[in-house]
């Protein structure tokens, strides 16, 4: 069988997508894995969502530029699917950040390998947890079907659609807005113990109450966040489980 250029060009262009999507897919595309195993993954991958269907005898291959407009067309597409996954992990690190930032443990900075950045401790727990959770619902697998249904929702060389900012600046803060619900539970129990200790401080002003509410609001955010879990651990969940359909909602389907 002879490959002409215009089906290797057309091969190119769908390993373009898939390649922009591995670099936001959660644990298989982060950074302690090595470029080279990423690489065959994304080429696997475009073999097997996209079997070779040769073309029309007499197909022209397409000209230099135009292939280079269809190599951004399709970069901007993966990267919408992709960097709604980064965002929706984004939340859950919201939700960390608030509570480091309310309890103290923001001030131990602890930086973790497997994402590439540092935070507090609570940072790692949540990161981890829904690492976690993520593969327990076999997260990576629903990822790959999202990048398969790209293709159904916008074909390989085709005109990007029309993207909504309304719709795209509603998600990302539906997004903030579920990290901060992730992490109200606490924060509302520390703001209780802040407005004691102002009622405190006033009752009694020989009492060291900014020491004393140190260790008080490192007990309490821990017993605050294992309490907390029963309900923030299913909110997380759906989190995880619509990051494919808001991916695909950028770049069609409603």
């Known amino acids: 069988m002879i490959i002409s250029v215009a089906e290797l060009q057309m091969f190119f262009l769908a390993f373009c997508r898939i390649a922009m999507m591995m670099i936001f897919m959660p644990v298989l595309g982060g950074i302690t894995i090595p470029t080279q195993v990423r690489l065959v993954t994304a080429i696997l991958l475009t073999m097997v969502m996209l079997p070779w269907q040769p073309l029309p005898t007499g197909t022209a291959a397409m000209p230099t530029f135009e292939v280079g407009m269809a190599i951004v067309r399709e970069m901007v597409v993966g990267f919408f699917v992709g960097y709604v996954a980064e965002c ?129 609001k490192l007990i309490l955010s821990l017993v605050g966040v294992a309490i907390a879990f029963v309900i923030t651990l299913p909110f997380m969940r759906d989190i995880l489980l619509q990051m494919g359909p808001r991916g695909l909602s950028l770049i069609g389907t409603q």
Do not use: W
């Open 88 to 216: 929706s992990f984004g939340a859950i690190q919201v939700a960390a950040n608030f509570l480091g930032a309310n309890t103290g443990f923001a001030a131990g900075q602890i930086l973790n390998p497997t994402f590439g950045s540092s935070g507090s401790a609570f940072d790692s727990l949540y990161l981890i947890t829904a690492t976690l959770i993520f593969l327990a619902l076999d997260g990576h697998l629903l990822y790959i079907k999202a990048m398969a249904i790209s293709f159904e929702v916008v074909p390989l060389n085709h005109a990007l659609p029309q993207f909504s900012l309304e719709h795209t600046a509603r998600m990302f803060a539906t997004l903030v807005a579920s990290g901060v619900y992730l992490a109200l539970p606490v924060i509302a129990a520390l703001v209780l113990t802040d407005v004691s200790a102002g009622l405190l401080a006033r009752v009694a002003p020989q009492v060291q109450v900014y020491f004393l509410m140190i260790d008080v």
